[in-house]
């Protein structure tokens, strides 16, 4: 992607963005706020996912 490609881009979001009404901007921050993922793969991403996962399953074995 060029650098105007990436600029007309950006700037047809923040244009779609502008034209939203307020009420769905905030509808969409609190579902955003609502889906967070856990702090544990917030902060450490997917790795202890997939160790507790690993011996969760060699455990049944």
């Known amino acids: 992607m060029s650098g105007n490609d990436y600029v007309k881009f950006m700037t047809e979001e923040l244009v779609r963005y502008m034209d939203m009404p307020q ?33 969760r399953t060699r455990r049944k074995k």
Request: aromatic share 12%; net charge positive.
């Open 23 to 55: 009420e769905e901007r905030e509808r969409r921050k609190e579902m955003r706020k609502t889906t967070r993922q856990s702090t544990e793969n917030e902060l450490f991403g997917v790795l202890p996912f997939a160790i507790k996962f690993l011996f």
